[in-house]
């Protein structure tokens, strides 16, 4: 059995309304380079809803989002470095969706007193059909019988009546 390349991304942005859905179109390549297309929709609803609570409630803009695959779980976590960004009841709604579409999620202050909220998902890459070796192409060898080589003289005796223009030739 192969185990699984762990894979790691990390993002700044500032968030903005046009922001959220560039990140969003980052995070799905990242996640289709991956070979994790399943889990599209959902890591990237669950980013926007973020986004856009931190767009309409933080004063600090600057928003870090970080994506780790370890080949079981992915892990999506978008930290704010506004210290006043709380799940508080405004928020509320936004943590019940992420809550009610993701294996688990949490928040936690880091310790520069910014939040970060992160949510995770049981995820396995893609089953990749294993590629058949195709038969090789004939080669030209094998095709196309090559005479023996032969002295001309011996050119020169099977042939009727060509025997005085491999002479010549010689």
Known sequence: ?????PCYYHLDVDVSPERVGQVRRILAAHLQYWDLEAHVET??????ML??????????KHTSIE???????LITAVGGADRSLRPDPDLRACLERIAAMSD????CATDTG???IWF?????????VPLVPTTPAPDLREVLQVPR???????AATADGASGVLEAAR
Not at 1 to 5: C, I, L, R
Not at 104 to 107: K, S
């Open 1 to 5: 059995m192969k185990t699984a390349v």
């Open 104 to 107: 688990g999620w949490g928040c």
């Open 114 to 116: 910014s939040t970060v």
């Open 67 to 73: 994506m780790w695959w370890n080949g079981q779980h």
């Open 149 to 155: 080589e032969l002295p001309v003289a011996a050119l």
């Open 51 to 60: 986004l856009t609570a931190i767009d309409e409630h933080a004063t600090d």
């Open 43 to 48: 890591v990237c609803r669950g980013t926007e």
């Open 120 to 128: 995770s998902q049981r995820a396995r890459s893609g089953e990749r």
